[in-house]
């Protein structure tokens, strides 16, 4: 089958069955950039059966965080070591054959096939068929976005982040103490404090960015001899089932995050900085001494990215041309800005990009309203002629255009499912 080649998918969707079956345990515990590559190419496969999907070494570099001055030699080398690593994690089954009565055992990979080319060290990888069901036709589903994914460095948050994005539309998960350890595979030799400090400080401080108002509860139940700790409770703002994922935009993402860990009401000032610091990558104390020394630029950008290279009519480096953006993006970031503002905390090169963002929402508001004015004169002429059509031919069929070639937009994805 030949390969397929298809823009970079940004985002991971995978079968909440991934996130209770032992078998994949072992993914947890890859070293990061293994871990990387192995998610960037699990948000490929989506839907895309057994395909073979290609991805060129420059897509890889690009979205799982590596060095500008990684070789593309390297990465191709990486991406080897990926699935080799992969290779302990296996479906086992045993099948008896009807005519013999032989029992047969039968070993099967994730991928029964992966492909690193020599030459233009391109990556190319086929789901084996009894894998499927983890990225295909889903029921149930754990979604998140690869570039989210990557920021997070500790396996600890990584797994928790993606246990908990199963419940993203509920806003509250709650782990016993027993269940918690097997789930993110603590060592038994760690006592309630080592798991505060190695586990849920960090697991805090990473995961705000990602999840709106991210609260850790410890539940206590009353015993004869004081309270014992029961369970750890996790609380977040739940996010929309409408929100769709064509709309996902680095940018607009990254807003949303640092506007998460600043207004985060169950943060500390200290664990603020150390958030910021985490989401950016930053040596920590690093915003805390930025904001000591001077006037900071922005609310969303430290002055340290702030004062990179200025790419477009924006202040901030980081926003893209305002021609990149979609009707609904420019909404997202404007919402963003506003909700900073109603809490004064704009700057004032903040106040002159809302200005701009407000200018490209008004523009692509009325090209928005031309394309739907189109599309139904188009539609209405493919009506006309169909019913010139019936009247020439003796033929019962009836053609039905209210699902014709016309290309609308939708600003949501049904989740009923999820």
């Not at 078998?23 to 990387?36: C, V």
């Not at 016993?176 to 080592?194: A, C, N």
């Amino acid at each position: 089958m030949p390969a397929k080649k298809r823009p970079i998918q940004k985002i991971i969707k995978i079968d909440n069955r991934f996130n209770d079956d032992p078998i994949f345990e072992p993914i947890d515990s890859l070293p990061e950039i293994n871990s990387n590559i192995f998610w960037l190419i699990a948000a490929q496969v989506k839907d895309q059966g057994n395909n073979l999907i290609t991805l060129s070494p420059e897509q890889i570099k690009r979205e799982v965080g590596y060095n500008s001055h990684i070789s593309n030699k390297q990465i191709a080398k990486n991406v080897d070591d990926t699935f080799s690593k992969l290779l302990t994690i296996q479906l086992s089954k045993e099948d008896i054959d009807k005519k013999t009565g032989h029992i047969t055992k039968t070993r099967e990979n994730i991928f029964q096939k992966s492909i690193v080319d020599t030459d233009t060290l391109e990556t190319s990888v086929e789901v084996s068929n009894s894998f499927l069901y983890l990225f295909n036709h889903l029921e149930h589903w754990t979604r998140f976005s690869i570039t989210q994914y990557v920021r997070l460095h500790s396996n600890y948050s990584r797994k928790l982040f993606r246990l908990l994005k199963q419940w993203r539309t509920t806003g509250k998960k709650e782990y016993t103490i027993d269940e918690f350890r097997k789930r993110l595979q603590i060592p038994k030799s760690y006592r309630p404090t080592d798991i505060d400090r190695r586990v849920l400080t960090i697991c805090k401080e990473e995961l705000s960015a990602n999840f709106q108002n991210f609260k850790i509860t410890k539940n206590y139940r009353k015993g004869v001899r004081g309270r014992k700790l029961e369970s750890y409770i996790f609380t977040w703002v739940p996010e929309q089932k409408n929100q769709q994922d064509i709309y996902y935009d680095s940018s607009i993402e990254d807003t949303n995050s640092v506007y998460y860990i600043k207004s985060n009401p169950f943060l500390t000032e200290k664990e603020k900085f150390r958030a910021l610091d985490r989401f950016f990558g930053f040596t920590l104390d690093t915003s805390l001494k930025e904001y000591k020394d001077g006037h900071m630029r922005s609310y969303f950008l430290p002055n340290k990215l702030h004062n990179r290279k200025k790419r477009t009519v924006f202040h901030r480096s980081d926003l893209k041309s305002l021609s990149q953006y979609k009707h609904v993006q420019f909404g997202q970031l404007i919402d963003v800005y506003k909700q900073v503002g109603e809490k004064g905390f704009l700057t004032q090169e903040d106040k002159e990009d809302l200005a701009l963002l407000e200018m490209g929402f008004a523009k692509t508001e009325k090209d928005r309203e031309k394309d739907q004015e189109e599309a139904k004169e188009r539609l209405k002429r493919l009506e006309s002629q169909t019913k010139d059509l019936q009247a020439t031919t003796d033929s019962n069929v009836t053609l039905d255009f209210s699902q014709s070639g016309v290309e609308t937009m939708s600003f949501f994805d049904d989740e009923s499912n999820e």
